[in-house]
């Protein structure tokens, strides 16, 4: 009788047993528990009136951009906002310059870098408002930008992202202001130039959607954290930044943990921001052109590898290591040719 009433019980004592993928999953909602228990605690002892945007800024020794860039954010702001800036050990003053130039931010000095996804972390979990804006020291958001993309939130409740237009000081589109997922074919298109050749093709140009048209709302697979706002409630509901990528990866990651939780991405042209790209990361181009490969091999394997075989995964490895290494060895030609100071 009770094996009829609890089909479970006719199962044997080893499928009991809790497989690595259960162990993974408990894991992963005790982490996002924790999260928004830390935030609740954190944020409930704050005053009631509380904003409907957190600007989240992660900085590491770009003091005169960070600062650009707040004044642009307060300057620009037509809803209610607050900025929480978490500082990576800069050793240029970046903290300081902040708390004193701007006393509303709240400023989280860390001891060491703690890589873009992880301090994002830390921010998320100080953030009290409705929306959080992703923002680069390096970009400064234009007028009424802010209030477009949280109207758009609002009116839109499935949507968990919307990201601006995001253009370079010479009025160019950011390519990576809308993006789909990788996949080893975009990898390969990418790696064999194709998608450079043909930018506006649906298949070849797909990684950056350059067949869409610029000047209107699509939906996206991902956006830049760059620059794009995101509804507190989805990363609740998903979690936040996966600590595992240092730099780079982690907003597509991100997004993609989103829509497997039924969660949309847009792209909203009626809001802009200006993107000084690479600005941040000139500190060590060396590193940072290592993370961007890594990151992709990260992506790939966390959530592509087990759809093919060992030898299409070993194909993958070869193009984004191989594609590391021509970069590499681009990179230390072209420094060999600068002209000495």
Request: aromatic residues 10%; charged residues 20%.
């Amino acid at each position: 009788m009770r094996n009829a009433t609890w089909p479970w019980a006719r199962r044997s004592r080893r499928s009991r047993r809790p497989t690595l993928s259960t162990i993974s999953r408990i894991l992963s909602t005790a982490a996002k528990t924790t999260c928004v228990v830390k935030r609740w605690i954190i944020t409930s002892t704050m005053p009631a009136e509380k904003p409907i945007v957190s600007a989240l800024i992660v900085s590491f020794n770009v003091k005169p951009l960070l600062l650009k860039c707040l004044e642009a954010f307060y300057g620009h702001a037509d809803v209610p906002v607050e900025a929480v800036v978490v500082d990576n050990a800069s050793t240029d003053g970046s903290a300081a310059a902040v708390a004193s130039e701007f006393p509303k931010a709240v400023v989280l000095a860390q001891q060491r870098n703690l890589g873009f996804g992880r301090a994002n972390n830390v921010g998320l979990e100080r953030c009290q408002g409705r929306f959080v804006l992703l923002l680069n020291p390096d970009v400064t958001v234009n007028p009424q930008a802010l209030g477009r993309m949280a109207d758009f939130l609002i009116t839109r409740p499935d949507a968990a992202v919307v990201g601006p237009r995001l253009l370079f000081p010479d009025g160019r589109l950011d390519p990576e202001a809308r993006r789909s997922f990788p996949v080893p074919s975009t990898l390969f298109y990418r790696t064999v130039g194709l998608s450079r050749l043909f930018p506006r093709s649906r298949v070849f140009g797909r990684h950056n959607m350059g067949h869409l048209s610029e000047t209107e709302v699509h939906e996206i697979d991902a956006g830049s954290a760059a620059c794009m706002m995101v509804r507190m409630a989805a990363l609740d509901r998903v979690g936040f930044f996966d600590p595992r990528y240092f730099m780079f990866g982690e907003d597509l990651d991100l997004c993609y943990r989103l829509k497997l939780g039924g969660w949309k991405v847009f792209y909203l042209p009626s809001a802009s921001a200006i993107h000084h790209k690479g600005a941040a990361t000139k500190q060590a181009e060396s590193k940072m052109l290592y993370e961007r490969h890594r990151a992709m091999w990260a992506y790939h394997s966390k959530h592509h590898a087990n759809d093919i075989s060992a030898f299409a995964n070993g194909l993958v490895w070869a193009q984004i290591w191989g594609r590391w290494a021509a970069s590499a060895m681009r990179q230390t030609v072209g420094q060999g040719r600068r002209p000495s100071p």
